[in-house]
């Protein structure tokens, strides 16, 4: 005779089969979300325009014979701990590199088992993101895929510097994967607090998942924050002034230190390293921005640097592949290219990124850089299928997000329209779109390809996974 609580057992079993053959089946990575959010009500800059002034996995060592650097030191106390996506940092005093950010127990949620075999922690993300992927309808996904100026929420209204009704709808309407701030949207530390807190409640209310809070903050040249008076808080100098020094600790604490008070306001992502290797006679737009024309200084800085912006809970970025350094031209203004063969950029620019992969780096921009040599008819990396598939996915396994580097760039603009680039970068293997010339007619574009059977929802959700994957570990 089988009792209540026999039944209760096998359906407990049953139960347990499934979740253990989902784990087998899929791919579990680490990064988290620890969203706080405010309730204060806000009013939006469109209904008061008077108050404006704006996984990882190693590369087989056939593609690539470099020696690495081996000198980067393993002694990384803060490195691969959790990432939050907007875990509060601190009280922005200078960070030292020997700093904990958890106890060192093992109990760390970025801890792969040293058996291999997944952990209950890796079968309830997985889980909660197969459960959140088939409740969205294709267009909550397609939105997911596109980080946004808070202007391209609400048409017509240039500066905005505050979060309220206007924004609320238009997040309702379109609850898009994320937001970035210009030095015009950013006044003083309680405005971009408020705005930031009350355009993630928005978001969390409307589909469960926190906003990607974004901004360029390099160090040196390009840096909103440190860059700003109002924030009473030191720039931590130029990467190419880093780098001379040799030392990644000196990094680290500079990575540590901008995360501290980025954390503080409410982004949990950052624009940087530069993982560009600068050479001589090309683009000066990277003289200050790189930290060398030595791959394996570039490689070990940028990484000290990444872990650095990690420990305070802000996801890092590399950019922008495969290495703006020996480029001819600005993509901001048109054409950008090199006339490297892939060998040569192997032996030299994508060393940094090679080495960004196997530390587990979140997120790689794809740079908007034509290569004559390799691509015959001059399509820009960041839309090109053989660039970000072929080179990036493929030869060298990386599973992590790709971006494209800002869309509303004249490499981009002045050769596609907003609806046709966004098609190109999806179809090419990108995640992420950021920065659209035309947000809405971006969107609405990749809904229309699904529709006509242009694009499949199957390449959406690939995307989306590993979108939902970045936002929902460690939550």
């Given amino acids: 005779m089988i009792t209540q609580t026999d039944f209760i057992s096998v359906k407990y079993i049953r139960f347990m089969i499934i979740i253990l053959t989902l784990a087998v089946l899929t791919g579990c990575g680490t990064v988290g979300v620890n969203v706080s959010m405010s309730g204060d009500k806000e009013i939006d800059v469109a209904e008061n325009a008077s108050t404006l002034s704006e996984g990882s996995a190693s590369e087989d060592e056939k593609n690539f014979n470099h020696e690495e650097d081996k000198e980067i030191s393993e002694a990384r106390t803060s490195e691969d701990k959790g990432t939050t996506i907007s875990g509060k940092a601190s009280n922005g005093e200078e960070t030292s590199r020997s700093e904990k950010t958890n106890e060192d127990d093992g109990s760390s949620e970025n801890t792969i088992p040293a058996s291999g075999k997944t952990t209950s922690k890796e079968l309830q993300l997985e889980y909660e993101l197969r459960s959140k992927l088939a409740s969205m309808t294709l267009e909550e996904k397609v939105a997911q895929l596109f980080i946004v100026f808070p202007e391209s929420l609400v048409p017509g209204v240039s500066n905005v510097t505050m979060a309220g009704d206007a924004t609320r709808d238009a997040i309702t309407k379109t609850p898009v994967g994320g937001i970035i701030y210009m030095n015009e949207n950013i006044r003083n530390p309680e405005q971009i607090k408020?705005?930031?807190?009350?355009?993630?409640?928005?978001?969390?209310?409307?589909?469960?998942?926190?906003?990607?809070?974004?901004?360029?903050?390099?160090?040196?040249?390009?840096?909103?924050?440190?860059?700003?008076?109002?924030?009473?808080?030191?720039?931590?100098?130029?990467?190419?002034?880093?780098?001379?020094?040799?030392?990644?600790?000196?990094?680290?604490?500079?990575?540590?230190?901008?995360?501290?008070?980025?954390?503080?306001?409410?982004?949990?992502?950052?624009?940087?390293?530069?993982?560009?290797?600068?050479?001589?006679?090309?683009?000066?737009?990277?003289?200050?921005?790189?930290?060398?024309?030595?791959?394996?200084?570039?490689?070990?800085?940028?990484?000290?640097?990444?872990?650095?912006?990690?420990?305070?809970?802000?996801?890092?970025?590399?950019?922008?592949?495969?290495?703006?350094?020996?480029?001819?031209?600005?993509?901001?203004?048109?054409?950008?290219?090199?006339?490297?063969?892939?060998?040569?950029?192997?032996?030299?620019?994508?060393?940094?990124?090679?080495?960004?992969?196997?530390?587990?780096?979140?997120?790689?921009?794809?740079?908007?850089?034509?290569?004559?040599?390799?691509?015959?008819?001059?399509?820009?990396?960041?839309?090109?299928?053989?660039?970000?598939?072929?080179?990036?996915?493929?030869?060298?396994?990386?599973?992590?997000?790709?971006?494209?580097?800002?869309?509303?760039?004249?490499?981009?603009?002045?050769?596609?329209?907003?609806?046709?680039?966004?098609?190109?970068?999806?179809?090419?293997?990108?995640?992420?779109?950021?920065?659209?010339?035309?947000?809405?007619?971006?969107?609405?574009?990749?809904?229309?390809?699904?529709?006509?059977?242009?694009?499949?929802?199957?390449?959406?959700?690939?995307?989306?996974?590993?979108?939902?994957?970045?936002?929902?570990?460690?939550?």
């Fill in 194 to 475: 408020t705005m930031i807190e009350n355009s993630q409640k928005y978001s969390m209310d409307r589909i469960g998942l926190p906003l990607f809070i974004c901004v360029d903050e390099e160090g040196g040249q390009i840096a909103r924050i440190a860059n700003n008076r109002s924030f009473g808080v030191s720039n931590v100098g130029s990467m190419s002034d880093i780098g001379v020094k040799g030392d990644t600790d000196i990094a680290f604490v500079a990575g540590a230190n901008m995360g501290a008070y980025l954390s503080e306001l409410g982004f949990n992502l950052d624009f940087a390293p530069v993982a560009d290797v600068k050479a001589d006679g090309f683009n000066s737009m990277f003289s200050e921005r790189s930290f060398s024309e030595d791959p394996k200084v570039v490689s070990s800085m940028a990484n000290a640097l990444s872990k650095g912006l990690e420990s305070k809970g802000i996801l890092s970025v590399y950019k922008h592949f495969p290495g703006h350094g020996s480029t001819t031209g600005d993509p901001h203004k048109g054409y950008a290219f090199t006339n490297k063969t892939m060998d040569e950029l192997k032996s030299v620019d994508i060393i940094p990124f090679k080495k960004g992969i196997e530390e587990g780096v979140p997120i790689i921009m794809v740079g908007h850089i034509s290569l004559p040599n390799i691509i015959s008819d001059g399509t820009p990396a960041s839309v090109s299928k053989e660039i970000v598939t072929g080179v990036l996915r493929e030869e060298m396994n990386y599973s992590g997000v790709v971006i494209t580097d800002a869309m509303n760039m004249g490499a981009i603009k002045d050769r596609y329209e907003a609806d046709e680039a966004a098609l190109k970068a999806i179809n090419a293997g990108v995640d992420i779109v950021l920065m659209s010339k035309d947000f809405y007619k971006a969107y609405d574009g990749i809904l229309q390809a699904v529709e006509s059977g242009t694009l499949t929802e199957e390449r959406i959700d690939e995307s989306v996974t590993r979108i939902l994957r970045l936002k929902l570990k460690n939550k």
